[in-house]
């Protein structure tokens, strides 16, 4: 079944301690971004990457790393993770043709 | 800022069409329309998009005027469950993806 997987759907850390969310998707898809979706303020485009070793910022970078070592996975790196950073995150991806982005289940975090 | 204008929300009878409108003034020559939908909290799951003809799918039509500048997503028969928020998106395919989405509309299907 084609579709972006991500990992954990939930976690709660502590501030400061280092966290990777994963996500992996088996279409063979150059694109791929995250999100970060709150209450009030919508899905806002935290990284993307339109293919192999190639990323780039969205609205909401600060805070977060990326990668792109291999086409299927784009992980999220929070180095040193804060309150400000509890939310709802969503991996996407989609094919360079420009059809639509098929989005993971979603990974709520909470950092105390 | 998102390049598009939704209204908050809208209801719609169960088993009627819903004809969700999208207002994208400033859309340039080569930007595609998007809809996605979200139900709850999962993710957003696409729905359909086109350039300037109008387009169709088994979810939905897409109905874009001759200027561009607007659009309506055309569920057919809406169900409960096509309860979610719908989002309406501009993006050039192929350039950077730098997707903004707006803050959607919230339908809710009457039963």
């Known amino acids: 079944e084609a579709q972006v997987t991500q990992n954990p759907r939930y976690l709660i850390t502590v501030t400061g301690k280092k966290l990777t969310v994963t996500c992996s998707q088996n279409?063979?898809?150059?694109?791929m971004s995250w999100y970060r979706q709150d209450p009030g303020l919508g899905l806002r485009q935290i990284y993307y990457s339109m293919n192999v070793e190639v990323t780039d910022k969205g609205d909401v970078p600060e805070g977060y790393k990326v990668s792109r070592k291999e086409k299927r996975n784009f992980p999220l790196i929070l180095e040193s993770p804060s309150p400000n950073q509890t939310s709802l995150y969503f991996c996407a991806s989609s094919s360079a043709v420009g059809y639509g982005y098929t989005f993971g289940s979603g990974t709520r975090l909470t950092v105390v | 800022d998102a390049k598009t204008t939704q209204p908050t929300s809208m209801d719609c009878a169960e088993g009627r069409a819903a004809n969700l409108p999208c207002n994208h003034s400033t859309i340039s020559g080569n930007e595609y329309v998007y809809w996605y939908r979200q139900i709850h909290s999962q993710g957003p799951q696409y729905i359909i998009h086109g350039l300037k003809n109008n387009e169709t799918n088994e979810m939905a039509s897409l109905i874009i005027t001759e200027d561009r500048k607007s659009s309506t997503l055309i569920l057919p028969h809406a169900t409960l469950r096509d309860t979610a928020v719908y989002y309406c998106i501009v993006r050039v395919p192929h350039r950077d993806d730098k997707i903004i989405f707006g803050k959607g509309t919230r339908l809710h299907i009457l039963p």
């Open positions: 279409m063979n898809h150059e694109y």
